[in-house]
């Protein structure tokens, strides 16, 4: 095995998630800024760690009154918690190329175990030179477990905003470079 450290190039990959809105509809966001890396072998992650750190308040819905609204006490807290993150405590082979990688995510103070889907793409050499290697990470939580409880009820039945959250992070990672000698 062959440690090493990746760190994700912000430029190529993306938090996102979705979440459905008054039952109907489903409304997307991502996180703006973030940072993490893989530290392990890259063609075998079974002993590699995955750690992230996203900004709450870079969310952007793609309106502005809403990213105000998540960013406050009703929901992120941003001013009092301003980070959510993610720790692998294991990852375990599920296919080729597929994984479960398990963890700790922090939000809004809380923390609890969850599962996220891990596909690996594959690595690859840059034209400036340098390894790159890529990987999907998908899973859902309920957004209560994390003590995002605002809502309101809707007269036809049902909610505004949905219990369930699905995440998705696009990653691409950039092998760091051999420490050098002093």
Known sequence: MTTQTWNIDTTHSGVNFAVRHMVIAKVRGRFTRFSG?????????????????????????NMADRDTHLRSPDFFDAA??????????????????????HGDL???????????????????KDPWGNDRTAFTLETAIERSDFGL?????????????????????????????AAQAA
């Open 106 to 124: 922090s939000i809004r103070g809380v923390t609890k175990p969850v599962v996220f889907d891990l596909s690996v793409h594959g690595q690859a």
């Open 37 to 61: 890396t893989l530290t392990g072998d890259a063609a075998d992650l079974t002993n590699a760690k995955l750690v992230a750190e996203v900004d709450a308040d870079s969310i952007d819905t």
């Open 80 to 101: 009092t918690f301003p980070k959510l993150t993610f720790s692998s405590t294991r990852i375990e082979r599920a296919g080729e190329g597929q994984y479960k990688a």
């Open 149 to 177: 409880r605002w809502n309101k009820a809707l007269e036809t039945g049902g909610v505004l905003v949905d219990e369930k959250v699905e995440i998705e992070i696009e990653a691409e990672a950039v092998k760091a470079a």
